[in-house]
Every structure is written in structure tokens, then in C-alpha cells.
């Protein structure tokens, strides 16, 4: 049964650093877009930022504003959220997904979410 499972989450202050992890299983993704998406408080799921699986290919949103960068390790099983400078409006569940076609993914398997808290 595929498997999304995100870690990594946590409380960090304003201009702090976190790295995100999503460990994937149970089916081959190699025909796969991988996402991160955010849902902040009393706000809508949006997407960060999303890869293909196999081959890399960054895609990022507005909302990485430079300052996140995702990457994969398809061999290992991994896809990986680094967040810098982090800052209040960065706080919410984060969520992993993947989906197909990679170069235009609908997102059909999700994990389960977890917290990031920028605050002082």
C-alpha cells in the first residue's frame, strides 16, 4: 500500500531553519510529481513546491519565495523540504503528496501532515 509519511516539523524562532522529510513506500513513484504543500491557520491547502521523483526538476511557487528548497532521494526512499529564514506566516501543516502526470501532477495520496511553529 503506497505511503506517505512526513517528519521534521517542530517550533523554531523567526530566521530559524527546518528540514522537512517525507519518506515514501509501497509502490514505485518513478512516473510521479512529489509535493509540499502548506495549510496555515484558517487558510486553504496551497502548494509550495513539488519535483519528479526520478529526476529532480524543481518547481516552485510563489510561496517558496527563495527561501525553501526541495529535493529527493529516490533511491532512498526521501523527498526533503528545506526551509530557511523562516518567519510567522510560514506557520502551519505541512503536507507531502504525490501524483501523476510529473509534469502536471493531480494529487491523489497525501501523508498524514506535520505542525511547523515560527514563533518567538
Known amino acids: 500500500q503506497a505511503r506517505l509519511v512526513e517528519s521534521g516539523g517542530g517550533t523554531v524562532h523567526p530566521g530559524g531553519s527546518l528540514r522537512l522529510s517525507c519518506a515514501v513506500s509501497?509502490?514505485?513513484?518513478?512516473?510521479?510529481?512529489m509535493g509540499w504543500f502548506r495549510q496555515a491557520p484558517g487558510k486553504e491547502r496551497e502548494l509550495i513546491a513539488r519535483?519528479?521523483?526520478?529526476?529532480?526538476?524543481?518547481y516552485y511557487t510563489e510561496h517558496a519565495k527563495g527561501r525553501f528548497t526541495i529535493s529527493r532521494d529516490s533511491k532512498a526512499g526521501f523527498v526533503y523540504l528545506q526551509m530557511n529564514d523562516l518567519n510567522p506566516s510560514d506557520t502551519g501543516v505541512y503536507y507531502c503528496?504525490?501524483?501523476?502526470?510529473?509534469?502536471?501532477?493531480?494529487?491523489?495520496?497525501w501523508g498524514q501532515g506535520t505542525r511547523v511553529d515560527v514563533s518567538s
Open positions: 503528496a504525490a501524483g501523476e502526470p510529473y509534469w502536471d501532477p493531480k494529487f491523489t495520496l
Open positions: 519535483i519528479r521523483y526520478i529526476s529532480g526538476d524543481p
Open positions: 509501497g509502490r514505485t513513484f518513478a512516473s510521479f510529481g
